[in-house]
């Protein structure tokens, strides 16, 4: 801020030089206006451009949120699919378990009554 003040001091003291008093008075409020005025221009471009950043953002977690929420809904029917195959496995290794007692119970006893 400071170098732009200097900057253009120097641009307007050539442009004066019989005149610099006054020249440089002037000179220095029109370049106080001018940043006063840039400095509105810039404070409302930056409002502006948060209120788009805001809106991008807003959509953004929205599309996001519904993402995270579909792919939720699919691992819970993944693990649902999962979890019934594995217990589908285990109630029929319980079934072929129980047989296999059963013949050897069976085995066993036909062994003992058998003369």
Same mark, same amino acid.
Not at 29 to 35: A, C, D, K, P, R
Not at 38 to 59: D, N, R, S, Y
Not at 64 to 93: C, N, P, Y
């Given at each position: @801020?400071?170098? &732009?003040?200097?900057?253009?001091? @120097? +641009? &307007? &003291?050539?442009?004066?030089?019989? *005149? #610099?008093?006054?020249?440089?008075?002037?000179? #220095?409020?029109?370049?106080?206006?001018? +940043?006063?005025?840039?400095?509105?221009? #810039?404070?409302? #471009?930056?409002?502006?451009?948060?209120?788009?950043?805001?809106?991008? /953002?807003?959509?953004?977690?929205?599309? /996001?949120?519904?993402?995270?929420?579909? @792919?939720?809904?699919?691992?819970?029917?993944?693990?649902?699919?999962?979890?019934?195959?594995?217990?589908?496995?285990?109630?029929? @290794?319980?079934? *072929?378990?129980?047989?296999? +007692?059963?013949?050897?119970?069976?085995?066993?006893?036909?062994?003992?009554?058998?003369?």
């Amino acid at each position: @801020m400071r170098i &732009l003040v200097i900057v253009v001091a @120097m +641009l &307007l &003291l050539p442009a004066f030089p019989c *005149r #610099a008093d006054n020249g440089f008075k002037e000179g #220095a409020s029109n370049v106080g206006q001018g +940043l006063k005025k840039m400095g509105g221009e #810039a404070g409302k #471009a930056i409002k502006e451009g948060g209120k788009e950043v805001g809106q991008a /953002v807003k959509e953004g977690g929205t599309e /996001v949120g519904q993402g995270l929420g579909k @792919m939720g809904r699919h691992t819970g029917q993944q693990a649902k699919k999962t979890g019934r195959s594995i217990g589908e496995w285990f109630k029929d @290794m319980g079934t *072929r378990t129980g047989e296999t +007692l059963r013949q050897m119970g069976r085995s066993v006893r036909d062994f003992f009554t058998s003369d």
